[in-house]
């Protein structure tokens, strides 16, 4: 067995175990609807008012993270603002006479 053979090899063998493990973790995960479809007959309206549920900690984690992008916006964007000003200030004051 080659090198690239065997590096194909490990390179499938991670590939498919990491795949394994997304779908265990996806289908274990409370992010769909609350009742199962597939019990429900299709005569019945008992899963139409079904709603999914997020977690509180997927929500809080999107408000913290969108916060620490807010900050580093901010953090980027204010000096350009302020050195803007000085520059249009500069620039009035060395136009008028």
Known sequence: ????EFSYQVVKTLFTEFSNTISVLISK??????????V?????DAGSKAISFIPKWAIYSAIALGIFVL????????????????????WRQSTKS
């Open 1 to 4: 067995m080659s090198y690239q």
């Open 71 to 90: 900050i580093g916006v901010l953090r980027t964007l204010l000096p350009l603002i302020v050195m803007a000003l000085l520059v249009g200030l500069i």
């Open 40 to 44: 429900i007959p299709s005569s019945s």
């Open 29 to 38: 995960d409370k992010f769909f609807m609350a009742i199962d479809p597939e």
